[in-house]
């Protein structure tokens, strides 16, 4: 690991929480290039779910599903209202939207990445649009998501465009395990 992820370092971060009150009206976007597919992952082992969570996230510093051991992360991501979808480019993985539906009112896009490898080539907007069209599915009042400026630069600005609104800001910090 580098220098900046040194044991018990603590890292500042603006968490900025947005919200959406419904279905969005954008058009579809266009399919990007290559061989292109979303999946619902059925039942997704932890072991997978570690892998696409670990790798999209370490650039980002995720870290809150590294703190849990395999059966809490099981009750989480295997619970019949919380969904994983899977981005592929080209037969492998490409990102992750993972939503979180067990409040029948309100949706949460719990995590949303893509693979260090298919950024930059225009499946991000793609991928939150199918995503969100995925949440809006339920019979939800809103959808959550918040962002921090320890995600990708262009994370709040995809997220606005379309159609999140920011409604809190707050000042944060995270522990490194």
Avoid at 142 to 170: I, M, W
Wanted: net charge positive; hydrophobic share 40%; aromatic share 12%.
């Amino acid at each position: 690991m580098s220098s900046s992820r040194e044991s018990g370092r603590r890292i500042p971060m603006v968490v900025t929480f947005l919200e959406m009150k419904a279905k969005p009206a954008a058009l579809p976007p266009p399919q990007p290039r290559g061989k292109v597919a979303i999946l619902k992952a059925e039942h997704p082992p932890v072991h997978y779910y570690r892998y696409l969570y670990d790798t999209i996230g370490d650039a980002y510093f995720w870290v809150d599903r590294r703190k849990l051991n395999d059966k809490q992360l099981a009750e989480i991501i295997q619970h019949p209202e919380v969904d994983l979808f899977v981005l592929y480019l080209d037969g492998v993985p490409a990102g992750m939207a993972e939503l979180d539906m067990r409040d029948a009112a309100v949706g949460q896009l719990a995590y949303f990445g893509l693979m260090p490898e298919a950024v930059g080539k225009r499946l991000g907007y793609f991928f939150l649009y199918h995503a969100v069209m995925n949440a809006w599915v339920k019979p939800i009042g809103k959808l959550l998501v918040n962002t921090c400026t320890l995600d990708h630069p262009r994370a709040l600005p995809l997220y606005q465009r379309l159609g999140f609104v920011a409604y809190s800001r707050e000042d944060r910090y995270i522990e490194l395990p």
